[in-house]
């Protein structure tokens, strides 16, 4: 299994923004993805593509930022993908949420070294 | 260094991307004020003045692209400088922003030096806007900066009922080869501040300074509801200011200035020829070409004011004016009726 978060990319964050910085942007991302994978669902089932694709390209960018690339990876499918198939789409949200609770994982290890 | 304390906005719904943006300019040296969404952002630019927008594409409520679409039509923020900042996907979409007046676009994350070279590089186009508009506040009067701010340096003309005005020096080279280079200059910054007041006074509009000469346009490119009267005011003015200069102590024991003006009035065509980087607002026609003759014939004739009969016509009664007969000039057909405007007359 591969790391969730690109350490050099993630050193390279660190680097031209603080250390203390990225803690607390570690803080604002944990605490507003969870609300991003929400909407990206809520989306989904309500039909609304501008919103489902918007959520994913939310994710996708903030993912890259960190450097968490398979998170970012999966949402930029989702996002190119727009809404299709609605079992095939759960089951891409259920494997991004999963990505997702890696990546958090991860970034909360990062923040408290 | 112009780009250290830029006052931006940042336009992000998402609030990563809005901090780290902003922290990226802090760390420049910058000010950045946040806005979540297109609307909030475009509330914000029309309340206070920023140097550059960074904005995103993607957003709720109104995106990039409506963004791009309302400054791009508006007068005040049309100038202000926009780095498209996101993670959009496609380069038809990167096409769109660049068409729609974006400055430049970054590709999210955004790479913090590109960004900074991309800040600097704006910023200093955008000061040297600032400082082409000041020129053209400088160098005409307010009525023409704003109709260039207005029709956004359009090239290209319209028709109109204008007069046309030529002026120079009497014996300026002969004048000039008899005095230092500096005295020459000063005497021509004079000169030109004194017709300047009295063109711009009338409502005229100075286009052209070409060593001791000038042309100004009355009723262009705003309409004045009697642009032969102003012009003749206006050259009467002139005359005035002459002599007061000539008057002044220091100018004792030199040489009196004296200029020659000729007018004539018509249908012209009027507006901006040159290039977007290098434009100038001038006026063609036989009214231009007329004036710039008579001008030539007032040392001819030995009269300060020539006009030719259209403007002689607009004037009329208010105006004590020598008809000279007709004269023939050069690109001329027929013969011109000539006039004479006495100075020392106010209209």
Redesign the interface.
């Known amino acids: 299994m591969t790391t969730a978060i690109d350490a050099a990319r993630f050193a390279e964050l660190q680097a031209t923004a603080g250390a203390d910085f990225v803690v607390e942007l570690i803080d604002t991302f944990l605490h507003e993805a969870p609300g991003l994978l929400a909407e990206l669902r809520a989306a989904r089932a309500a039909g609304d593509a501008d919103g489902y694709r918007r959520a994913a390209h939310s994710l996708k960018s903030n993912a890259n930022t960190f450097g968490a690339t398979a998170l970012g990876a999966q949402a930029r499918e989702i996002e190119l993908a727009g809404l299709g198939e609605p079992a095939a789409d759960a089951a891409r949200i259920t494997a991004l949420e999963a990505e997702y609770a890696r990546a958090a994982l991860a970034l909360g290890e990062l923040r408290d070294a | 260094m112009p780009e250290r304390g830029a006052r931006l906005l940042v336009v992000d ?5 809005r ?2 943006l902003a ?2 300019l802090e ?1 420049q040296g910058h000010t950045a004020a946040l806005a979540e969404n297109g609307r909030v952002a475009l509330e914000r630019l029309r309340r206070e003045p920023f140097d550059l927008l960074l904005l995103d594409i ?3 409520e109104m995106d990039g692209i409506q963004v791009l679409e309302e400054l791009k039509s508006d007068r005040q923020l049309r100038d202000l400088p926009v780095i498209v900042t996101s ?3 496609g380069l038809d979409n990167v096409v769109r922003c660049i068409e729609l007046g974006a400055e430049d676009y970054l590709h ?2 955004v790479n ?1 030096v590109l960004l900074k070279a991309r800040i600097g590089a704006s910023l200093e186009k955008k000061r040297l806007r600032d400082q082409q508009k000041e020129l053209v506040r400088r160098f005409a009067t307010r009525e023409v900066a704003e109709d260039m701010d207005a029709s956004g340096f359009a090239l290209g003309g319209h028709r109109v009922q204008a007069t046309a005005m030529f002026s120079d020096i009497r014996g300026f080279t002969s004048m000039a080869e008899q005095q230092p280079p500096e005295a020459t200059i000063e005497l021509l910054n004079t000169y030109y501040t004194l017709m300047f007041d009295a063109i711009s006074g009338r409502g005229g509009v100075v286009n052209q300074m070409v060593g001791d000469g000038l042309m100004a346009i009355f009723g262009a490119p705003l309409p004045l509801a009697d642009p032969g009267a102003a012009a003749v005011q206006a050259a009467l003015d002139m005359i005035e200011l002459i002599d007061l200069y000539n008057r002044e102590p220091d100018r004792a024991g030199k040489p009196p200035l004296a200029i020659g003006i000729g007018i004539a009035s018509g249908s012209v065509i009027a507006g901006y020829t040159g290039t977007q980087q290098r434009a100038t607002y001038t006026c063609v026609g036989d009214a231009v070409n007329l004036a710039a003759r008579l001008e030539a014939h007032t040392k001819v004739v030995g009269h300060a004011i020539l006009t030719d009969a259209a403007t002689r016509l607009a004037v009329g009664e208010r105006c004590r004016a020598e008809a000279l007969g007709a004269a023939t000039f050069k690109g001329k057909a027929g013969p011109v009726e000539c006039y004479a405007i006495v100075p020392g007359q106010k209209l």
């Open positions: 719904d998402n609030k990563v991307n901090l780290l922290r990226s760390l993607e957003m709720p993670a959009i996907e999210k994350p913090p």
